[in-house]
């Protein structure tokens, strides 16, 4: 349990503004929060005002542990919320320790949906109370707030709850007349720091004129009074955006000494890379502190990012700044500005055709869309392995050299961008100019060269990511080239994605693993063997399995990754291997079921999709027998009302060459596309 002394904080945690429903210090009670059904109970504390769950089981539930079942199972305890109902956007903030090991989760639960919409996790330790704060987005289903604590199994461990707050409005506002400052911190410089002003003696005693909220409360301030070196830096940085956000960021600002400090406001992503948004013009606000000047600046954040007010001094006679009343408004500031691109215009699929791609005019060979029947020999396209992709020379004549160019639509400038791509070297073209990625200017139309190929992967996909950005508009343009027709092979590409943000932001540091979807890449995501009625274990593999002639050369997911596999080898003909999803809520309307399904080899068997809820299963899917060399997408309609597991089983064939693999689960509430339900492989090979 955690000790006594880490109850301190500097003073009780205030609203700065009205608590809406879902808030609760645990002064008394736990305010409508009740600990789920068949997790580990959270326990109110009686010596002070948290509550927390730890390592400590109850003989209870040592009971439950059977150490011949295998590893004992995670500690998790789930927190729920009473059922809120708010139609406005708001703002949680939790106030919370994790000591020793562990993680702790916030999600939100709607009710009639089998999944959980994750909000916000943590696994970093610490020996103090932390604050997090989540923005809670507007909508007119009621929910319950999900508060998941996993403590780890070492002497110590815990995770624990002081408070939890929830007020309307985004994270980003504060008045900083709450003790909490709605999050925002100061970054320790040992000579100059942001400090907490609005005591009426300390005002009058530092010149300081008042707030701007209230005139007699509190705001930010940084003096330069301290300042021993050159360029000495203040920073106050605000919490994390957890939700994208566009519009209008409002302040209000105080400045003495203009020309003797720096004044700037930037954005700070994960990455811990900076976009300045603001300066303060050197010109403004000399002397003494001036009134209150207000400030606006546009915000665009597609992705999570801090706002980073940040002083710069020259020497101790560099003045004072104060900040005030931050705001947040869903509207520009100005009419003029344009919209956050969307960056779905740059990305295809091409199962409807080019999107917004288009040849090169002036070259004569160009890229072919293709569909492969799937079959054992050749793999048809990455996005369901039997519709369609681009395939470079696929008609070729004598001529001395062949050069093929995909170019896409314009990309504004002044933003950073993630492409992935799915390619695949097909025949004798293994060179460096087999393909490569340009960024063509679109003023200049000079091109700069962001990618070319380095894995050799013939036969089968790799998906590969590059992050760039651009000072004018520009667009990509794919560019595959062969010397002469006796060196020339094909190269194809599929599924183009381009999405705002270093490509680094999308790989754990923004997505938090959704119920049910797993590509493997870190594990099994909460998917488990069945102990109890399978023969053998699905394997977590990497690359080609030992048998040849049947399973993957690669994963699906990157070509180059992990997927789950059935290895025929040691098993006999008939045992299975079976995995089991972690169970899952029932839903009153159907959900639908994604993956991708590997079944190559003279002798393979056949793999099933079974629900299991109450003790019985139900056959929802089930095919038999060698299907393709390629990655194949199965999509599965269902609906269960109760709780309920989904059982991937394989079934061993009549041979060793009998592998069965799986990769990228993904298990959503709704209804399958009704275009996804009705596509079937097509029956013939096309080229257009």
């Known amino acids: ?34 600990s789920e059904a068949d997790s580990t109970s959270w326990t109110l504390n009686r010596d002070g005002r948290f509550v927390s769950v730890d390592a400590a089981m109850s003989n209870t539930q040592e009971a439950e542990i059977d150490a011949d079942t295998g590893p004992q199972r995670e500690i998790t305890g789930a927190l729920l919320s009473p059922v809120l109902e708010q139609q406005e956007w708001s703002c949680l903030r939790l106030v919370f320790q994790i000591s020793g090991k562990g993680s702790l989760e916030v999600l939100q639960r709607t009710e009639g949906k089998s999944f959980d919409k994750p909000l916000w996790g943590s696994q970093a330790p610490s020996d103090s109370w932390v604050i997090s704060s989540m923005d809670l987005q507007n909508g007119t289903e009621p929910f319950r707030v999900v508060i998941e604590g996993k403590p780890g199994r070492s002497t110590g461990s815990s995770v624990a709850i002081f408070e939890i707050h929830i007020s309307s409005g985004y994270c980003l506002e504060c008045d900083f007349e709450g003790s909490h400052l709605c999050g925002y911190s100061n970054r320790w410089n040992a000579n100059v720091n942001w400090y907490v002003g609005g005591d009426r003696d300390q005002l009058l005693h530092n010149n300081i004129q008042s707030d701007h909220t209230y005139k007699t409360g509190h705001m930010m301030y940084v003096d330069s009074i301290y300042a021993k070196t050159f360029n000495e830096v203040a920073t106050l940085a605000s919490p994390m955006t957890t939700v994208p956000m566009s519009g209008c960021l409002s302040f209000q600002y105080q400045r003495s000494e203009s020309r003797s400090n720096l004044f700037s406001v930037y954005t700070r992503d994960q990455l811990g890379q900076y976009q300045e948004l603001w300066r303060a013009d050197r010109e403004t606000q000399s002397g003494t502190l001036a009134q209150w000047a207000p400030a606006q600046v546009d915000l665009k954040a597609p992705y999570s990012v801090q706002l980073v007010f940040e002083v710069s001094f020259n020497s101790p006679r560099g003045g004072r700044v104060a900040v005030d009343d931050i705001s947040f408004s869903p509207e520009f500031c100005s009419t003029d500005t344009e919209p956050t691109f969307d960056p779905s215009i740059a990305s295809c699929d091409f199962e409807s055709g080019f999107c917004h791609y288009a040849q090169d005019q002036g070259i004569l060979s160009s890229w072919s869309r293709v569909s492969v029947k799937p079959n054992i020999f050749r793999n048809g396209d990455h996005t369901t392995g039997s519709g369609y992709f681009l395939l470079s020379h696929s008609q070729l004549s004598r001529r001395s050299s062949y050069v093929s160019r995909l170019m896409g639509p314009t990309l504004p400038a002044n933003m950073k961008y993630c492409l992935r791509f799915s390619y695949s070297l097909r025949g004798f073209n293994q060179t460096d100019e087999a393909l490569a990625v340009y960024l063509q200017q679109q003023q200049s139309s000079s091109q700069e060269k962001i990618w070319t190929h380095g894995e050799n992967s013939r036969g089968f996909w790799i998906t ?225």
């Open 1 to 34: 349990m955690l000790p006594f002394y880490l109850l301190t904080l500097a003073a009780t945690i205030q609203a700065q503004s009205q608590r809406l429903p879902g808030s609760c210090n645990f002064e008394s009670d736990t305010c409508g929060y009740t």
């Open 464 to 688: 590969t990511e590059i992050t760039f950005q651009t000072s004018q508009p520009a667009r990509l343009v794919f560019v595959s080239t062969c010397r002469s027709f006796w060196e020339c092979g094909s190269v194809a590409l599929d599924d183009i994605n381009v999405s705002l943000g270093d490509c680094e932001l999308t790989v754990g540091l923004l997505s938090m693993s959704l119920p049910g979807h797993c590509d493997f890449e870190a594990g099994l995501c909460g998917y488990a063997q069945d102990k109890q009625s399978d023969d053998a274990d699905w394997q977590w593999r990497r690359g080609p399995p030992p048998t040849s002639y049947t399973g993957p050369r690669g994963d699906h997911t990157t070509g180059l990754g992990y997927y789950l596999h059935m290895e025929a080898s040691p098993m006999l003909p008939g045992q299975r291997a079976r995995l089991l999803s972690r169970p899952l809520r029932g839903s009153k309307g159907p959900q639908c079921l994604h993956f991708y399904y590997h079944m190559y080899g003279s002798g393979t068997g056949r793999l099933g999709i079974h629900l299991l809820a109450d003790g019985e299963e139900l056959l929802l899917w089930q095919l038999s027998g060698e299907q393709s060399i390629a990655w194949l997408r199965a999509t599965v309609e269902y609906q269960s009302d109760s709780q309920h597991q989904i059982v991937f089983e394989a079934t061993r064939g009549s041979s060793v060459r009998s592998d069965i693999a799986i990769d990228d689960i993904i298990l959503q509430g709704g209804p399958c596309p009704e275009m996804e339900i009705k596509a079937t492989a097509e029956t013939s090979n096309k080229i257009e």
